[in-house]
């Protein structure tokens, strides 16, 4: 990292790095819990669901990039062997055990509430302090909101589908 953006810098680089790992680990873990219950989902409205995933393991994906570029620009190493990332999450890995869509989304929108919770943390932590790494995690934020949203949407529909098909 340069000079002048460490200096500017109002906040232990070592424990950001540790926090943007961790939200690292998460970006990995959820990306292949949405790739994967996508691959296994079952039931109605099935076609849609997976779309909704797909397109959500995409944004994750691009989280993990984000969060990596940011960890090496601080001076640090994103985190290399996946094994570290369940030792390291914030929010877990939640396998779909159960593959029926209700399941899938209700597994998903925990997730996506753990993300939430540790993006509105991590914007707290570095607001005034760190711009950069602010107006990143702002971004990922917004984002991890949108998909709480568009699951709990997906889910209401299931819910009203089940409901007009059991009259």
């Known amino acids: 990292m340069g000079t002048k953006a460490i200096e500017i810098l109002n906040l232990d680089a070592k424990n950001l790095i540790d926090l943007l790992n961790r939200a690292y680990a998460d970006e990995w873990l959820a990306y292949y819990q949405y790739w994967i219950g996508a691959k296994v989902v079952k039931g109605p409205m099935k076609g849609t669901v997976i779309a909704e995933l797909e397109e959500h393991a995409a944004d994750e994906l691009r989280h993990a990039g984000m969060l990596a570029q940011r960890i090496?620009?601080?001076?640090?190493?994103?985190?290399?062997?996946?094994?570290?990332?369940?030792?390291?999450?914030?929010?877990?890995?939640?396998?779909?055990?159960?593959?029926?869509?209700?399941?899938?989304?209700?597994?998903?929108?925990?997730?996506?509430?753990?993300?939430?919770?540790?993006?509105?943390?991590?914007?707290?932590?570095?607001?005034?302090?760190?711009p950069v790494t602010n107006n990143m995690v702002l971004e990922i934020l917004a984002d991890e909101i949108e998909h709480e949203d568009d699951l709990q949407a997906e889910l209401e529909d299931f819910e009203t589908l089940v409901k007009s098909h059991s009259k």
């Open 72 to 130: 090496i620009q601080l001076g640090g190493t994103p985190l290399i062997k996946p094994e570290e990332w369940y030792k390291h999450s914030n929010c877990g890995y939640d396998a779909p055990e159960n593959l029926h869509v209700k399941e899938i989304l209700h597994q998903n929108i925990k997730g996506e509430q753990c993300a939430i919770t540790t993006y509105k943390k991590l914007v707290d932590l570095t607001a005034g302090k760190d």
